[in-house]
C-alpha cells in the first residue's frame, strides 16, 4: 500500500494515487465498492461513519452520504459516476453536496491478480495548490490509507 504520484504524466502535481492488494477476488472487492449495504460498513479513515442518502452506481447516477467526522462535524459528499465496468473500474466526480463543482476526479481499477484484487485508487484536481490543500488540510493520504485498510478487515467479513 503505497501513495504515488505519476512522475512524468500531465496530471503528476494534481493527483494522488493509492494502491494496495486484497486477498479476495475483483467481484467481490467491486461488490464492496458499489453496494451501500458494504460500503457504509468500511467507507472513510479511521473514525468516520457514513450515512447513504441514495447510492445509485451507473453512468450518470448519484451517491450522496454524510460523512460523520470523530470530532462531530458532518461532512456531506456527492459522487456523480462517469463510468462503472463491472467488476473492472469505476470513474466519478466527487465533491460536497452544496451544488458547488467537484472536488476533484476519480477512478478506481480492480486488477485480477491470481484471485487477489489490486486496487488502484488515482484522485485528479484541478490545480497543484488544491492537491496539496487537501493533503494537508483533510490529511487525504493518510486518510486514504486508513479507509483501503478499513476495507481490507471489511472483505474479510465477506468471505
Same mark, same amino acid.
Given at each position: $500500500?503505497?501513495?504515488? @504520484? @505519476? *512522475? ?20 467481490? /472487492?467491486?461488490? *464492496? ?5 458494504? /460500503?457504509?460498513? %468500511? %467507507?472513510?479513515? !479511521?473514525?468516520?461513519? #457514513? ?10 447516477? /448519484? %451517491?450522496?452520504?454524510? $460523512? ?6 458532518? +461532512?456531506? #459528499?456527492?459522487?456523480? +459516476? ?9 470513474a466519478w466526480a466527487h465533491g460536497e453536496d452544496d451544488g458547488g463543482p467537484p472536488t ?18 488515482? $484522485?485528479?484536481?484541478?490545480?497543484? *495548490?488544491?492537491?496539496?490543500?487537501? /493533503? ?8 486514504? !490509507? ?5 476495507? *481490507?478487515?471489511?472483505?474479510?467479513? $465477506?468471505?
Amino acid at each position: $500500500m503505497h501513495a504515488r @504520484s @505519476s *512522475a512524468g504524466t500531465a496530471t503528476a502535481d494534481r493527483e494522488i494515487a493509492l494502491t494496495r492488494v486484497f486477498d479476495a477476488p475483483r467481484e467481490l /472487492v467491486f461488490e *464492496a465498492f458499489t453496494d451501500p449495504r458494504h /460500503v457504509v460498513h %468500511w %467507507w472513510g479513515p !479511521n473514525g468516520f461513519t #457514513n450515512t447513504i442518502r441514495e447510492m445509485d452506481v451507473r453512468p450518470g447516477g /448519484v %451517491w450522496r452520504f454524510v $460523512m460523520h467526522g470523530p470530532d462531530g462535524v458532518d +461532512y456531506k #459528499n456527492l459522487i456523480e +459516476y462517469t463510468e462503472v465496468v463491472k467488476p473492472e473500474r469505476l470513474a466519478w466526480a466527487h465533491g460536497e453536496d452544496d451544488g458547488g463543482p467537484p472536488t476533484f476526479h476519480a477512478t478506481a481499477t480492480f486488477t485480477d491478480e491470481g484471485g487477489k484484487t489490486r486496487v488502484t485508487l488515482t $484522485m485528479i484536481f484541478a490545480t497543484a *495548490a488544491e492537491r496539496d490543500r487537501t /493533503v494537508k488540510e483533510y490529511g487525504a493520504i493518510e486518510g486514504g !490509507n486508513q479507509t483501503l485498510a478499513k476495507l *481490507a478487515a471489511y472483505l474479510e467479513t $465477506m468471505k
